[in-house]
């Protein structure tokens, strides 16, 4: 049970015309935020561990011509938890009653990280209900088993440390998925959370919880950044990282395959990565990768941005500008 559900509606939308959600798709509570019908559906769908508000920088914009749609998936947010059944099939369920019921008309549907995962699923399965599809670094082919555990492992030993961490609702201490976090700068040198920082951290988060039992973390004198991922992390339920560490969640989804029934127009954004001995992929994917993708889906575009995985927040004007783009193409 999230923790979180029954704050629905409660959060301050600062984007005029948005509105906070939910929707039940058959035991499963999608929360969501819905703008202004100024133009055909557009549906944005977060990276994991990610909440609706990582996109709040670019509702409006894409709003101009769109009616937008920005949603917490199952885990995440103010939607369900549901331990035990995360799966690419669970999410596409999700996805095929939200899209019929809530949405209506065919939409385009851009994921960001797992989210372009998932929107991937909708392209490949939902023919009739996906006008377009929008991979913002996704991993494809780097999320799928045995790459993602044994030669690209970066991200999958980030997930078995959330999933280990926070695993325990008795002991969920933040401020503790900081430690022994490891960003390789290079082949020879990483960066380390200090431990001092990590303390202060802690001290600061259970002070918000004291004086808001039952709220979602969120300490508005930290930076922005910083103060979004504690607000995730607090509402993000790790049994979906631990599906992924055990294998159950990757059902329902072949990459290649699925890429092989896109039918709708594609866009994929690119952001940066490289490949460090001992970690492997830093990044969703690879130059490889992004050639594999073009040859499976002739018709595909392809965009490289210089920018961190999660384009729409740390390059949102340049994020707008290719969806736009993309969206005004003569062929959407």
Not at 49 to 75: F, H, K, N, T
Not at 286 to 304: G, M
Request: glycine content about 8%; overall charge positive; some cysteine.
């Amino acid at each position: 049970m999230n923790p979180y559900q029954d704050l629905s509606g409660t959060t301050e939308v600062k984007v005029p015309g948005f509105r906070e959600h939910h929707f039940d798709a058959g035991g499963v509570r999608i929360n969501y935020v819905a703008g202004p019908d100024n133009g055909p559906p557009l549906v944005l769908l977060p990276a994991q561990m990610g909440i609706w508000e990582s996109y709040q920088r670019v509702l409006a914009p894409l709003s101009r011509r769109s009616r937008v749609y920005a949603l917490d998936l199952r885990g995440h947010g103010k939607s369900s938890w549901t331990p035990g059944a995360y799966s690419w099939r669970h999410l596409g369920a999700d996805m095929t009653a939200f899209l019929s019921e809530v949405v209506r008309e065919p939409a385009v549907v851009a994921g960001n990280s797992s989210g372009g995962l998932v929107a991937l699923w909708c392209a490949a399965n939902l023919p009739a209900q996906v006008a377009g599809v929008i991979l913002e670094d996704a991993p494809v082919f780097s999320a799928e088993l045995p790459r993602f555990r044994d030669r690209d492992r970066y991200v999958y030993g980030g997930l078995k440390h959330v999933a280990d961490v926070l695993g325990d609702p008795a002991h969920r201490d933040l401020a503790e998925y900081f430690r022994g976090l490891t960003l390789p700068v290079s082949q020879t040198r990483e960066k380390r959370v200090p431990d001092w920082f990590i303390s202060y951290l802690s001290r600061r988060i259970k002070a918000f919880q004291a004086r808001h039992p039952g709220r979602p973390v969120d300490i508005p004198y930290f930076p922005r950044r910083l103060r979004l991922l504690l607000k995730c992390l607090s509402m993000y339920d790790p049994d979906f990282a631990r599906a992924f560490v055990d294998g159950r969640f990757y059902d329902g989804l072949d990459h290649a395959e699925a890429l092989t029934r896109v039918s709708c127009p594609m866009l994929v954004l690119h952001g940066d990565w490289r490949r460090l001995p001992g970690h492997g992929l830093i990044g969703a994917m690879d130059d490889d990768d992004a050639a594999r993708i073009r040859r499976l889906v002739p018709h595909s575009h392809y965009r490289r941005i210089h920018a961190n995985h999660v384009i729409h927040m740390y390059e949102p004007r340049r994020y707008v500008e290719a969806v736009t783009a993309f969206l005004e193409s003569p062929e959407n």
